[in-house]
Nanobody, 126 residues
Framework: QVQLVESGGGLVQAGGSLRLSCAAS?????????MGWFRQAPGKEREFVAA????????GNADSVKGRFTISRDNAKNTVYLQMNSLKPEDTATYYC??????????????????WGQGTQVTVSS
């Protein structure tokens, strides 16, 4: 069973930064997985934020976070990160990491991923 655990959420003022982490537990080697970050704000559908190929060589971001958020991974630490800078109130949401066994690339849709974490709350005050 693949378990993904997010951490690093919290309350931050607009313009501030946070770094989210997603750690794989147990025998899961995260290096076999393409990984993504999604978010869901109250009353809205879950949306794609960023993703990274299993090697880390290819990444992609939603237009709404380009230039502000950076996804990275450390397979030796079995962890994927989302560095969030210049945060805005509209970034307030529950952030989820997701993974899927995939040889190349990554997906942009929820259905492209097989495993999900429980989410971590990010609140940006104005």
């Amino acid at each position: 069973q693949v378990q993904l655990v997010e951490s690093g959420g919290g309350l931050v003022q607009a313009g501030g930064s946070l770094r989210l982490s997603c750690a794989a537990s147990g025998r899961t080697f995260i290096g076999n997985y393409a990984m993504g970050w999604f978010r869901q704000a109250p009353g809205k559908e879950r949306e794609f934020v960023a993703a990274i190929s299993r090697s880390g060589g290819v990444t992609g971001n939603a237009d709404s976070v380009k230039g502000r958020f950076t996804i990275s991974r450390d397979n030796a630490k079995n962890t994927v990160y989302l560095q969030m800078n210049s945060l805005k109130p509209e970034d307030t949401a529950t952030y989820y990491c997701a993974g899927v066994v995939r040889l190349v690339g990554f997906g942009y849709r929820e259905n492209d991923y097989s495993y999900w974490g429980q989410g971590t709350q990010v609140t940006v005050s104005s």
